[in-house]
């Protein structure tokens, strides 16, 4: 089964700080981990996927397969990240792949 | 390029009603999913449709929820009767394929009074 666990329903921090955002995992295979973020009124898009090894508006995300986690960080936090952020998992082979499995989500604050 | 459409945008009903949400993909995409948002918490998939063809609907309770996807390309998903614990958000998503990025909707929050 596939199970996203983000601790931290809500995180605050003052901008310029840095921020992470903690997800944790299980899945049997070798899964595809995702940053979903949702802006105040716009829609679910997606920040980053971890095979794109990507940093996106300052955000990176490494997949630590030894402790199933895919933590978002950002060095330096600015007020325009304040949004709601939701950690999904696929899996991969037959019908489990683009079956997102999402965690509760983080509300992040940065305050001026 | 035009997002994904849904309609309508709000829907308020009382319970054992019946109620139809619409969605009108990306132009392109083949993949399209239905998923449900209870307050609180992230969306849970209820069916994902490759074309015409349902190829995920594990997760759709089917004593009340129907989806059809004509043509490979609008959707409706259909609940009947609705039922108090219905009131949620649902949220089509599509993409160009299973491997590729899922683009969301605006979603329809549905009251069930």
């Known amino acids: 089964a596939q199970r996203v666990t983000q601790p931290e329903k809500l995180l605050s921090v003052f901008k310029g700080a840095p921020v992470e955002l903690k997800c944790n995992y299980s899945y049997s295979g070798s899964p595809e981990l995702f940053w979903y973020v949702q802006y105040s009124r716009q829609r679910l898009q997606l920040l980053l996927r971890?095979?794109s090894r990507e940093s996106i508006k300052g955000f990176t995300a490494d997949l630590n397969k030894g402790e199933t986690s895919f933590h978002l960080k950002k060095p330096f936090a600015q007020e325009e990240d304040s949004a709601m952020y939701y950690c999904?998992?696929?899996?991969?082979?037959?019908?489990?792949?683009?079956?997102?499995?999402f965690g509760q989500g983080t509300i992040l604050t940065v305050h001026p | 390029e035009a997002g994904v459409v849904q309609s309508p945008r709000y829907k308020i009903i009382e319970k054992k009603q019946p109620v139809a949400f619409w969605c009108n993909p990306i132009s392109g995409h083949n993949t399209l999913y239905w998923y449900r948002q209870n307050l609180g918490q992230g969306p849970e998939l209820l069916i994902r449709y490759e074309n015409e063809e349902a190829v995920d609907d594990s997760q759709l309770p089917k004593d009340r929820f129907s989806a059809e996807r004509l043509k490979g390309v609008d959707s409706t998903l259909k609940i009947q009767p609705a039922e108090l614990g219905d009131s949620a958000v649902y949220l089509c998503a599509t993409g160009r394929s299973s491997y590729n990025e899922q683009f969301f909707g605006p979603g329809t929050r549905l009251t069930v009074l």
């Open positions: 971890h095979i």
């Open positions: 999904a998992l696929s899996g991969h082979g037959g019908t489990s792949y683009g079956k997102l499995t």
